[in-house]
């Protein structure tokens, strides 16, 4: 494989890492960034949602405003 990792050298890299933290500290660093990234994610969905808000200026936090839901009822009637 040209330029790239074959599965001899990601077990070569494992073992030394291993050596290196031991199973335990091992354990915590991929406990670490599990949270990491959930908390990553968790983030972006909370900006998008909120520029989702400011992009729908009729929209404040979920809830329609007034002005919106008399323009539905009109139309309605």
Known sequence: MPGGFGLTELLV?????LLIFG????KSIGADLG????????AVSDD???A????????IEGEVTAR???AK?????
């Open 13 to 17: 890299v494992l073992a030394i890492v």
């Open 48 to 50: 998008e949602a909120k």
């Open 52 to 59: 989702q808000a400011t992009a729908d200026p009729d929209v």
């Open 23 to 26: 199973p335990r500290r091992l």
């Open 73 to 77: 009822q009109e139309t309605h009637v």
């Open 68 to 70: 919106k839901t008399e």
């Open 35 to 42: 949270n990491a990234i959930k908390g990553f994610r968790k």
